[in-house]
């Protein structure tokens, strides 16, 4: 089990361009999940997988947010024309089933200049 | 919105038990509680979760109130790392964190 794993760990970009993070999660997990966390305030819910199929967004996710899980493994979130207001943590958790416990990674913190 | 109550603080002397509350009195049968803490820059921490049984496991135990209206998280033996944010947590298909308690562990 080496742990839910993001990349990159840190991204700085100017606004107006496109990020894309990875997400790596626990290996057999067939949950994924993202999450936005901001200084001070508890990580909001974005949007979540089961397998590749995305079963739920958040009304935080906008047009400019899409995430894709292509073959159920590994997942990518990418951010189009970005805005300051998306600097954040940006969090992928993983779990094994609707009870299991979310596995967290450590995050991809996004400052947009 | 988290359907989760808890104080924004507390504090603990080192050694001692930490005795974190939590309220979820809208609570379904259905539904388990998670508690969570989150270390600064890292990621939440998954610590325990439960339904309506007591649980323990080496991190701590999870007291639930019959009514499940109420839970308590006890650290038995809280040291200076277990200083956090701890995030009590109603699973709805999804965690909706709340604001959590902040705890400070004093030597």
């Known amino acids: 089990d080496t742990g839910v794993s993001q990349n990159p760990r840190h991204k700085i970009t100017k606004r107006g361009q496109n990020v894309t993070f990875r997400c790596d999660p626990i290996?057999?997990?067939?949950?994924l999940y993202w999450y936005r966390q901001t200084l001070g305030q508890g990580p909001e819910f974005l949007t979540y997988?089961?397998?590749?199929?995305?079963?739920?967004k958040s009304r935080l996710l906008s047009d400019r947010f899409s995430a894709e899980r292509p073959k159920g493994s590994f997942s990518t979130l990418e951010i189009q024309r970005t805005e300051q207001g998306d600097s954040a943590m940006y969090l992928c958790?993983?779990?094994?089933?609707?009870?299991?416990?979310?596995?967290f990674g450590n995050g991809t913190r996004l400052t947009v200049t | 919105d988290a359907k989760t109550t808890q104080p924004p603080s507390m504090d603990c002397a080192e050694g001692r038990a930490a005795n974190l509350p939590c309220n979820h009195s809208t609570i379904s049968g259905n539904e388990y509680v998670y508690w969570y803490r989150q270390i600064h820059s890292q990621g939440p921490q998954y610590i325990i979760h439960?339904?309506?049984n007591n649980e323990t496991n080496e991190m701590a135990s999870l007291i639930i109130t019959e009514d499940r209206k109420s839970s308590t998280l006890i650290l038995p033996h809280a040291t200076l790392r277990d200083t956090a944010v701890y995030y009590c947590?109603?699973?709805?298909?999804?965690?909706?964190f709340g604001q959590g308690t902040t705890l400070q562990v004093k030597p």
């Open positions: 958790a993983s779990s094994l089933g609707p009870h299991g416990p979310l596995h």
């Open positions: 947590i109603v699973m709805e298909g999804k965690l909706i």
């Open positions: 997988f089961q397998n590749e199929a995305q079963l739920e």
């Open positions: 439960g339904l309506k």
């Open positions: 290996s057999e997990h067939n949950r």
